[in-house]
């Protein structure tokens, strides 16, 4: 529980926290529009470039459960200062990495570093606002965790167009300098030392599992999946991994986490939900920069614009969240938010190669209200029936069902296009005949399809066009797979029911 101290400086530990998590948030997209010419720059493969995201979501999905017991020893202040500047340190040198090796290593200690920012904050603010006051600052809350990756595109386009694509990371520094100063001066230390026994086994199994079955979504569509040897052994690990951790849990007197968050619905539905929510918001952040430079020929400063309405969405969806709450209740608002994030993915799966950029932007602004009216809701819903002495341990385990689903999404989704590309190209060149009025129509004029320019200029735009098609359909069963999320609303217990037993268990 949080001290007077805390409870009476609670601004400005608000701000400051909100400041850590979203200098976290932020650096989980913004290097998004600047993987182009990173890759130039590193010379690294359309594939490897993506270890960039996803070494910092491995990282922090890895050490998120360490963080909550780290905490506990330690205390929740120094845990904080230590990563704040942890952080600020590793972004710095991200900037000035020369090699793809460098800068993977530097984002796995970024990742390593921020993993307790985020579900630290979130219960710190739990602890020093009241009950009646918790809908609305996890509202708050929520804009610093989901405006991140919002914002991330844009202002990583205009920096990279800019200056270069190093400023992406050099940006951390005054916000990093700020946060660690407001926890700093205004948070008051902990003792720590309240910690029970650390359950090692169960914590390597799961890092194992996490570890192993990141590896096999990042290298699975470059290994040719289950016909390599390497994605069987990753598999196999992975798949122990878990076993291992679930009895585990199941049988030690101390398990890792505790067995009552597994017995609370509205956590564990709640917790799955924001997994998801995580796929859809991190895994489209991630592809639509790249769709947008790589295909409809954007400048990052182009696509980092077009990515701005989502943000706008969010923030309108924010300011609405608390309202809706208390007039139709949570589970109606994430409904609704499903509805929206529905339209926002059929809309993006007709999109086409000759389309301006408005539909990118009307479908990001009702993606991005589509986003904010789910994820405030799930931070309220999920801790209304959970006992508050396992605040610590639930954010833990929340935050790492989102960064698995973020890691996983971006990996599974950018896989999904490579091979659907590659199945729809091999399908439009069967209907491609020398001589044909469709290459007449296509093909710029004197051009002969059967030179080796001919042939390579047609080739380039049968790629485009089958790479268009690829995205379109991973939008569209995005748009599916989200529906499917609506019978986990059922499972949810409405917050005004259990309010008097939470209120009763803070002695409100």
């Not at 120094?78 to 704040?84: A, C, D, Y």
């Not at 290994?223 to 199941?250: C, H, L, N, P």
């Not at 949570?330 to 926002?344: D, K, T, Y």
Request: proline share 5%; net charge neutral.
């Amino acid at each position: 529980m949080a001290s007077a101290q805390d409870v009476k400086n609670r601004v400005p530990i608000t701000a400051a926290l909100m400041l850590a998590t979203l200098m976290n948030t932020l650096d989980s997209t913004i290097a998004n529009v600047a993987l182009p010419h990173m890759q130039g720059s590193l010379s690294a493969s359309s594939e490897q470039i993506f270890w960039v995201l996803t070494s910092y979501i491995i990282a922090t999905a890895i050490m998120t459960p360490l963080a909550g017991w780290l905490s506990l020893r330690f205390g929740r202040k120094p845990m904080f200062l230590i990563s704040i500047a942890a952080f600020t340190v590793a972004s710095m040198l991200c900037g000035v990495a020369t090699s793809l090796q460098e800068i993977v290593l530097f984002r796995l200690i970024q990742g390593l570093a921020g993993a307790s920012l985020m579900p630290l904050s979130q219960t710190v603010m739990l602890d020093i606002f009241p009950l009646a006051q918790i809908p609305r600052v996890m509202s708050i809350w929520s804009a610093a965790v989901i405006l991140g990756p919002i914002i991330g595109p844009a202002l990583g386009g205009w920096l990279t167009e800019s200056f270069s694509w190093r400023w992406v990371f050099y940006i951390n520094l005054p916000i990093g300098i700020l946060a660690f100063l407001g926890v700093y001066l205004f948070m008051e230390r902990d003792r720590g030392g309240l910690q029970r026994p650390f359950d090692f086994l169960g914590f390597t199994a799961l890092a194992i599992f996490v570890g192993s079955f990141q590896l096999m979504m990042d290298r699975g569509s470059s290994q040719d999946w289950f016909g390599s040897r390497e994605i069987w052994i990753e598999a196999g690990v992975a798949i122990v991994g878990f076993i291992i951790f679930m009895v585990q849990t199941m049988t030690v007197e101390h398990p890792f986490f505790h067995r009552d968050l597994a017995k609370d619905r509205n956590f564990v539905a709640c917790t799955l939900f924001g997994a998801f929510v995580a796929v859809l918001l991190f895994s489209t952040s991630a592809l639509l920069p790249t769709f947008m430079q790589t295909l409809l020929g954007y400048s990052a400063l182009q696509s980092g614009y077009a990515s701005m309405p989502r943000g706008l969405g969010s923030f309108v969806a924010f300011l609405a969240v608390p309202s809706l709450i208390v007039w139709i209740g949570p589970r109606r608002v994430l409904a609704v938010g499903i509805v929206f994030s529905v339209l926002a993915l059929w809309r993006m799966a007709h999109f086409d190669l000759l389309m301006t950029s408005a539909p990118i932007m009307s479908a990001g602004l009702i993606q991005g209200m589509g986003t904010g009216l789910m994820f405030a809701p799930l931070n309220s819903l999920a801790y209304t029936t959970l006992n508050p002495v396992h605040r610590t341990e639930a954010t833990i385990v929340n935050t790492m069902a989102r960064s698995l689903g973020s890691s996983m999404g971006i990996s599974m989704l950018q896989a999904t296009v490579v091979r659907d590309a590659a199945i729809a190209h091999a399908r439009l060149t069967e209907h491609i005949t020398a001589g044909s009025s469709m290459l007449a129509s296509v093909l710029p004029a004197r051009v002969d399809p059967a030179s080796p320019l001919g042939a390579e200029l047609l080739n380039g735009l049968v790629t485009r066009q089958a790479t268009m098609l690829s995205y379109n359909t991973v939008f569209a069963w995005m748009a599916l797979l989200t529906l499917l999320m609506i019978p986990l609303l059922l499972t949810m217990r409405a917050a005004r029911a259990a309010a008097p037993k939470l209120q009763e268990m803070h002695g409100d």
